[in-house]
Every structure is written in structure tokens, then in C-alpha cells.
């Protein structure tokens, strides 16, 4: 087990400070110490007040834990004051520790100054020396460097000056510029930049200690700087996507329990996991009769979060995300809106192929294909909550996936499509008849499905329905999604 160390103040609000910096280290599978500098009151709103330690109970706190347990990597947060400051760096030379992150909280949110004039000078006289990498933001980069910063030659400049305080590494965070967010790593020779779309969120309170505690987490489970800051990066852009509002100010980027554990169980299949699914999961499905699927080429141009939000107006009772051409980055981005707008509707949302994106965005399930990670494998990374459909072309394909796990199977082509250049030969309605009736489980016609076959579909016994042009593709998309619905439940 991977051990990591904060050093830092106590968030009462619990969004930034060792809080967050401990949800970040479990969120990665490290194991989480803390030794507290100073405790705030603060929320939402703004920070009323703060205690700091006494400098040698903070010396005592680090011996405790470092003589004892030890730490892989350490960051520090909140400093407080020039005492602190130094009672840290002399532990941290005393342990000879070197995975060290600095965070030089010195500029809240606000733009309020967090550190008096002398300990911007043990810091930059004492720690930064001690450091592998600092983390500022652009305030805390004008103050250790003196400068003004307001464009990219600036954020070198500066960053050089910074470097020249003795740290192995620099990391400028460019949240604050405008435009994309971009990070500027600084290793004494180069500068790197790290991109990600700006998230258009309030709740941006801790983001600079997530960033830090996920860079210590990967320090920590052995990664190299360079290898470990793309990483903290897409855990923050994931953190801020998944946030949600608390409190009336800004709330605290979300730490998504168990984000790497579970792409770690992708590859390490974790032991002890519920291999089996819970009965819930089938009847989570009952009475959605139209399973709308994207298809953004076949969408006239609309966005898929348009034709998604209209085929939900007509009654669509689960939305696939099927994009096979689409970027990860544009998968978890509209996927997390899909997921939002599906559960505004108390509809169900499922994404195709793609597990790593399904639980990055918390759908409510994958759908897999016969060519896809296997059943049981599946099952035991997303869990037994999640719902698993399958791909099925005959009736034997349908039994195994049903033994092996699914919740539900995708049977088809139903009828000839160009939809899918892969799909097999037309199966035809007699088959669809045979597997509902092999299965105990949902089972949904998919293939060439339109409004002037779809009481045919439903002759065959099925659940429902799963279409793409038909919808998708329709002039109309509600009035489309509507006329199925209709046909579904008995209507002409
Ligand atoms: C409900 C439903 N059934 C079948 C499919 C087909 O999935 P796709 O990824 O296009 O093809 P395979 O991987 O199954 O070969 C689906 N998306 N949804
Ligand atoms: C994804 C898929 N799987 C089997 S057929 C098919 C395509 C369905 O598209 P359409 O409803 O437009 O025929
Ligand atoms: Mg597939």
C-alpha cells in the first residue's frame, strides 16, 4: 500500500485543505496521513477565521508519522506562518523526504493574501529548495516571482525566476488566465504545457489542493513528474465535470471515490467484488418500450445533446451514447450532459462499447458487443448496480450472455440496416421470437426498426424497442419518439 503525507489546514467545509487532499489520495488507492498546521472556519462563502498549530506540535505531528509509517510522497498545503514553515523544512531535511510537493497557499480564491511578508521569505528561503515541484497559481507565481503575469512569455519568465528559488520543478496553474486551462510545467530547461477544456463551474473551492494531492498520489504510486501531472490534470478536469453545488458560494470540485481504483480493476480485476448482478437491475428496465440510440452522423446536423433532450420530450425511456468515432474527451463531456439530462427525465442512460467513459460519467450502464470485453469481466469492473446489455445475434449468444451476467440483450439486425456496416444478415422476427422466449431477461429488437414495422417488433413478445435513424434521423425527433411510444403500448 502506497502512502502519501499532507501537510496542511483543516477545511471545515471540507473542500479543500487535508480534506481534500484525503479524498484525492483514496481516490487514487494511496493511503492518507495528515499532519494538521492550522484549523479554519470557513464554507462555501469565504474563510472567518483561523488557529494556526504551534510550529512544534506540527514538527511533532511529522515526526509521529514519518518515524513510524513513512509517506512515498508528501505535499504541503496551508503553511500558516514563518514558523511553521521552518519547523517543516527542518523535518523534511531531517527524513532526507524528497517526493515533496509544495502548494504555496498563499492567495485565496477571493485574491485574499493567505501569508504574511515573512513567511513568503522562509518559503522561498527554507521549502522551496526542499521541493521536487512547486504548484502556484498565476497570484501566488506574480508573488514568488515578482513579476506580473498576464500572457505566456510572462508565465516563463516567471517561472524561471521561481525556479531560481530551488525547487526541481515548477508548475505554474493557468486556471486563472483566460481561454483553455492550461498548465505550464517548468523543468529548469523546457516548458511543457498541459491542456483541458475549461469547465464553466462555480464550484472550483480546493481544485489547487485536488491538483497537488492527486500529483503527490501519483508520486506516490511511483510515477514520474512528467507522467503524473497529465494524470492530476484529467482527475481535476473530471473532479470539476462531476461537481456539484453545495453551500451558496463555491462549492467543492467533486473527488470521484474510487477513480483510479476503478480503471485500476480494468486492468486488475479487484478481488471480493460481487461477481454476480442483483436482480434490480432487469427491473430497472421495465415498461421503457423505446431505447433511443445516437447517431450524430445520421442527426441532420443537430447536436446529439439536442436530438437527445427531444427524443426524451417524447417518451424515450433509455438514450444509448453511441459514438464510435468520438474522442474520449468528447465522450466523458457529453456523456456527464446525457447522464444529466436522462435523469431529469427519469430516464435510463447507457453508454456503448466504452466502460472507462460509463463509470467516468456514472451512467447507468454499459452496452457491450459480442467483440467487446467479455461478460464476466465486464460485470466485475462496473459492479452489480450498473446495467450491463449485450449484443446478440442468435439464441446461443443471447443464453451465454444471460448466464455470464447481462441485464438485458440487444438482439439484431431485426431487419436490414445500413446503420451498422458490420451488423450480420437480417435475423428476422421469428428469431427475435425464439430468444425472448430462450431468456428471462429484457431483450430489446434493434436493426431497421421504424414506425411502420414496430407493432411487428412487438408481436415477437420484446421489451421494446432500440432504434437510431428512425429518430434520430426523423424531421420531428419528438413527434417520432412520441408515435413509437403509442405503437409500443398497443396503438396504431
Ligand atoms: C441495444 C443495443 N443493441 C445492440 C447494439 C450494437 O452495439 P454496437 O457497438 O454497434 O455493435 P456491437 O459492439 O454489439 O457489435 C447497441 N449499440 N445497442
Ligand atoms: C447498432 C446496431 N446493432 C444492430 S443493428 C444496429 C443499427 C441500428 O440502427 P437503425 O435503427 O438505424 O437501423
Ligand atoms: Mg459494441
Redesign the pocket.
Known amino acids: 500500500m502506497k502512502k502519501a503525507l499532507t501537510i496542511a489546514g483543516s477545511d471545515s467545509g471540507g473542500g479543500a485543505g487535508i480534506q481534500a487532499d484525503l479524498k484525492t489520495f483514496s481516490a487514487f488507492g494511496v493511503y492518507g496521513m495528515s499532519v494538521i498546521t492550522a484549523v479554519t472556519s470557513q464554507n462555501t462563502l469565504g474563510v472567518s477565521g483561523f488557529r494556526a498549530m504551534p510550529a512544534d506540535f506540527v514538527g511533532q505531528q511529522m515526526s509521529d508519522v514519518l518515524s513510524d509509517i513513512g509517506a512515498d510522497a508528501t505535499k504541503t498545503g496551508m503553511l500558516a506562518n514563518a514558523d511553521i514553515i521552518c519547523e517543516v523544512a527542518e523535518k523534511i531535511r531531517e527524513f532526507k523526504h524528497e517526493n515533496l510537493v509544495v502548494d504555496p497557499v498563499m492567495v485565496a480564491t477571493s485574491g485574499d493574501r493567505l501569508m504574511e511578508p515573512e513567511a513568503e521569505k522562509a518559503l522561498k528561503d527554507k521549502l522551496l529548495p526542499l521541493a521536487l515541484v512547486v504548484t502556484p497559481n498565476i497570484a501566488e507565481a506574480e508573488v514568488l516571482s515578482g513579476i506580473r503575469i498576464a500572457n505566456r512569455e510572462d508565465v516563463e519568465k516567471a517561472a524561471q525566476i521561481i525556479y531560481g528559488w530551488g525547487p526541481k520543478g515548477v508548475i505554474i496553474k493557468g486556471g486563472h488566465l483566460s481561454g483553455e486551462a492550461v498548465d505550464y510545467y517548468y523543468d529548469g530547461k523546457e516548458i511543457y504545457e498541459y491542456r483541458s477544456p475549461r469547465v464553466d463551474t462555480k464550484n472550483t473551492h480546493g481544485t489547487g489542493c485536488t491538483f497537488s494531492a492527486a500529483l503527490a498520489a501519483c508520486l506516490a504510486l511511483g510515477m514520474p513528474l512528467k507522467k503524473a501531472i497529465p494524470i492530476a490534470k484529467d482527475y481535476l478536469y473530471l473532479a470539476l465535470l462531476n461537481a456539484d453545488s453545495l453551500g451558496a458560494g463555491h462549492g467543492p470540485t467533486n473527488h470521484l471515490a474510487g477513480y483510479f481504483d476503478h480503471l485500476t480493476k480494468a486492468i486488475r480485476p479487484a478481488k471480493g467484488l460481487p461477481a454476480a448482478k442483483t436482480e434490480s437491475n432487469s427491473r430497472k428496465l421495465t415498461g421503457r418500450k423505446l ?1 433511443v ?1 445516437t447517431g450524430q452522423e445520421f442527426a441532420k446536423g443537430r447536436p446529439v445533446t439536442e436530438v437527445v433532450s427531444q427524443a426524451l420530450a417524447g417518451g424515450a425511456g ?1 438514450i ?1 451514447l ?1 459514438e ?1 468515432k468520438w474522442t474520449t474527451r468528447q465522450l466523458v463531456e457529453v456523456g456527464r450532459e446525457l447522464q444529466r439530462l436522462a435523469r431529469e427525465n427519469n430516464a435510463l442512460f ?1 453508454v ?2 466504452r466502460i472507462d467513459v460509463a463509470l467516468a460519467v456514472d451512467a447507468d450502464g454499459v ?6 470485453m467479455p461478460v464476466r469481466m465486464a460485470r466485475r469492473v462496473i459492479g452489480p448496480d450498473m446495467i450491463l ?3 446478440a445475434e442468435t439464441v446461443e449468444e443471447a443464453l451465454t450472455a444471460e448466464k455470464e451476467g447481462a441485464d ?5 439486425p431485426v431487419f436490414h440496416t445500413d446503420t ?1 456496416p ?2 450480420g444478415t437480417a435475423r428476422g422476427l421469428e428469431l427475435l421470437a425464439q430468444v425472448k422466449k430462450a431468456v428471462s431477461i429484457p431483450v ?1 429488437g ?2 431497421g426498426i421504424k414506425l411502420d414495422n414496430a407493432a411487428e417488433v412487438l408481436s415477437a413478445g420484446v421489451d421494446g424497442v ?1 432504434v437510431i435513424t428512425a429518430v434520430v434521423g426523423a424531421d420531428d425527433i419528438t413527434l417520432a419518439a412520441q408515435k413509437f411510444i403509442h405503437i409500443m403500448e398497443g396503438g396504431r
Open positions: 431505447y440510440i433509455i444509448q453511441r464510435k447507457i456503448n462499447d452496452h457491450l458487443g459480442q467483440d467487446d446489455g449485450i449484443s438485458y440483450i440487444g438482439f439484431g451498422k458490420d451488423a430489446y434493434i436493426g432500440a
